[in-house]
């Protein structure tokens, strides 16, 4: 079934258009910001494969959030390349009626040409790589495995030679670590093709040791940028885009920068999210879930599962970074790892 129902709206009248699964909660890199090594170490117990969301359950559960008016699905984790034959995946979600853009998250540490290509075949549209500095020092610091930057250099150009672009590249910035990235980033992808966004550091979950202190806000990155390379705002693609455009002024490019923290979008957001687990969440910052895997994996039909997300969205208020305090920081959220950006 792929009729369109009325498309969901929450209790601010903010529609369900994106989706984003993460399909495993593993990941090769160890980035402080995401999953620190000292909590998610050698012995650190990830769930089983029998606990993850099969492929047919998430295309699946994807068919129907595309009744309810999803139309922007993203693939994330952990690291959605370890997640094997990943591309099958992308194939049964490329197939789906409805679907106008469907899209990966990764850290490009296998993202070689070969799968680059497996991937664009399969029906991806476009990928987004992480890369948080172009020194090694830093950048070997922060995924805190040794990885090169020219490896992930290398993954971008991958993605480009496949046609998955435009190629977006995450930054995510944090005082003292690497604010002296922006600047060098900007400069080295400038004129390229690609779009580098810039990410406010966040309190996502608990792990992460977060203090507003080491938050660069996006003023001060827009002026980092444009003492340099002058830029001007630019009109978003569509409403509730996360990112904030900025366009060179010579023409060349431009860039995106995420203010979850100083500048909140609550107001437009459109998305859920689905962990490996099969937990729905309905905010990056939330506590509570949803159980779709026990609905998947019961006889429930999908008329009794689309009645569900239908009533999850309709009852929908979050606005966690609008109302963000001292106190709501500390609250217990879910981990980046298990639900992706």
Not at 24 to 37: E, I, L, V
Not at 54 to 79: D, H, N, P, Y
Not at 276 to 287: E, I, N, P, R, V
Not at 294 to 314: F, H, K
């Amino acid at each position: 079934m792929t009729t369109l129902l009325t498309p969901a709206r929450d209790n601010f009248s903010r529609r369900l258009k994106d989706l984003r699964i993460s399909v495993t909660d593993r990941c090769n890199f160890r980035c402080a910001y995401c999953m620190p090594r000292e909590i998610f170490g050698a012995s650190h117990q990830f769930l089983d494969r029998k606990a993850l969301l099969t492929f047919e359950e998430i295309a699946r559960v994807s068919s129907l959030f595309i009744q309810c008016g999803v139309e922007k699905i993203r693939l994330t984790g952990g690291e959605p390349l370890l997640r094997r034959d990943i591309h099958v995946l992308v194939e049964m979600l490329a197939k789906l009626k409805g679907i106008k853009d469907l899209t990966l998250t990764t850290n490009g540490s296998v993202l070689t040409p070969e799968r680059a290509r497996l991937l664009k075949h399969a029906g991806l549209h476009r990928i987004t790589v992480s890369l948080d500095a172009l020194d090694d020092p830093t950048f070997k610091a922060m995924n805190d495995v040794g990885f090169p930057v020219a490896r992930v250099l290398d993954a971008i150009e991958n993605a480009a030679a496949a046609k998955l672009t435009p190629v977006k590249v995450n930054v995510v910035i944090k005082r003292g670590v690497n604010e002296h990235a922006v600047l060098p980033m900007a400069r080295h992808f400038k004129g390229t093709g690609h779009i580098v966004r810039f990410i406010e550091y966040m309190d996502v979950g608990n792990t992460n040791g977060w203090r507003l202190d080491d938050v660069v806000s996006a003023a001060e990155i827009m002026r980092l940028i444009n003492a340099e390379l002058p830029i001007e705002p630019a009109s978003a693609n569509y409403k509730g885009e996360v990112a904030k455009r900025w366009r060179y002024r010579d023409g060349s490019g431009e860039i995106g920068i995420i203010s979850s923290v100083t500048q909140p979008f609550c107001a437009n957001c459109t998305r859920a999210r689905l962990s490996a687990k099969g937990q729905l969440y309905t905010c990056l910052f939330a506590a509570v879930s949803h159980d779709l895997r026990r609905l998947l994996r019961s006889e429930a039909s999908d008329e009794y599962i689309l009645g569900t997300l239908q009533s999850v969205w309709n009852r929908r208020d979050d606005r966690y970074s609008e109302v963000r305090t001292s106190r709501t920081v500390n609250l217990p959220k879910v981990e980046m790892s298990y639900i992706g950006g």
